[in-house]
């Protein structure tokens, strides 16, 4: 009987941990992307985010910023000009923070990739 009950206990000490554990929580986050350039340009901004992969083509037009709250991890923005003279630049904060800022050539596409986590 005391074997018994002393192979029990751990059993339900396991199982008791293991019923409270609960699945990593994913945080979304305050995304912001400003596109800037010779105002009232126009372009495209193609987002890619963990919760969003590969959206199609945004029409934009300069001076551009857009606010949501994608979920934690990997994120690339690519911006490209709707002319070939033009050079655009992004932007992207994070929580108010700026995270990765980059310019462009002009008539080139211009990426801003970052994983998208917590204040830096």
Not at 23 to 38: F, H, I, K, Q
Not at 53 to 70: G, L
């Amino acid at each position: 009987m005391k074997r018994a009950l002393v192979l029990a206990v751990p059993a339900l000490t396991l199982i008791g941990l293991t019923a409270c554990s609960h699945p990593p929580e994913e945080t979304a986050y305050e995304v912001t992307l400003e596109v800037s350039g010779p105002a009232g340009e126009t372009g495209t901004v193609r987002k890619s985010t963990s919760d969003s992969q590969n959206q199609d083509p945004e029409p934009i037009s300069v001076p551009h910023h857009d606010k949501w709250a994608p979920m934690g991890g990997a994120a690339k923005f690519v911006v490209t000009p709707g002319s070939p003279g033009s050079a655009l630049t992004c932007k992207v904060l994070v929580e108010g923070e700026e995270r990765v800022t980059e310019a462009g050539k002009p008539g080139q596409p211009v990426t801003c990739a970052l994983t998208i986590d917590g204040p830096a």
